[in-house]
C-alpha cells in the first residue's frame, strides 16, 4: 500500500527542505544553523518537527551528543521530487505526464542536462 503524503504548511515545508538538501540525519539545532533566512521562529521548530513525525514526514533516526544532552536526528520519510507529485495527483484521476512535460518545455525549465537524463530514463526502462 502507497504512503499517502500530507500536505505541509510553509513553515513545514522550508524545514524539509533543508533535509532534503542535506540528505543526512539533521538535530534541531542543525536545522537551525543551516535554515537562511526563515520566515519562522527559532522556538517553533520543536513543535513543527513533532507535527511532521505526526504526518510520517520525518522520523528520529538517532540521537547525537550536544553539551551534555543527546538531541534526536530526523531524516525525511520521502523525497522531494515524491512530495511534489504527491501535490499533482488525484485521487481516481490520470496525471497527465506529457503535457505538464510540454508545459515545462516550452516555458524554458528543463535543461539540457535534464532533458539528457529523460532520455536515458526512457531507454533503460525500455531495455535500450
Known amino acids: 500500500m502507497e504512503m499517502i503524503i500530507k500536505p505541509l504548511t510553509p513553515t513545514e515545508l ?9 540528505n543526512r540525519p539533521l538535530s534541531a539545532l542543525e536545522i537551525l544553523e543551516l535554515s537562511e533566512n526563515r520566515s519562522w521562529k527559532q522556538n517553533s521548530l520543536y513543535p513543527t518537527l513533532q507535527h511532521l513525525q505526526e504526518k510520517n514526514a520525518v522520523v528520529i533516526t538517532g540521537y547525537v551528543p550536544v553539551k551534555r544532552k543527546y538531541a534526536r536526528t530526523y531524516l525525511p520519510t520521502y523525497t522531494k521530487s515524491k512530495y511534489q507529485l504527491s501535490r499533482l495527483e488525484k485521487p481516481g484521476e490520470h496525471l497527465d505526464i506529457v503535457s505538464l512535460l510540454r508545459e515545462q518545455l516550452e516555458k524554458g525549465k528543463i535543461s539540457d542536462s535534464d532533458l539528457s537524463a529523460i532520455e536515458n530514463m526512457i531507454k533503460d526502462y525500455r531495455g535500450n
Open 14 to 22: 522550508e524545514i524539509m527542505e533543508i533535509l532534503w538538501r542535506e
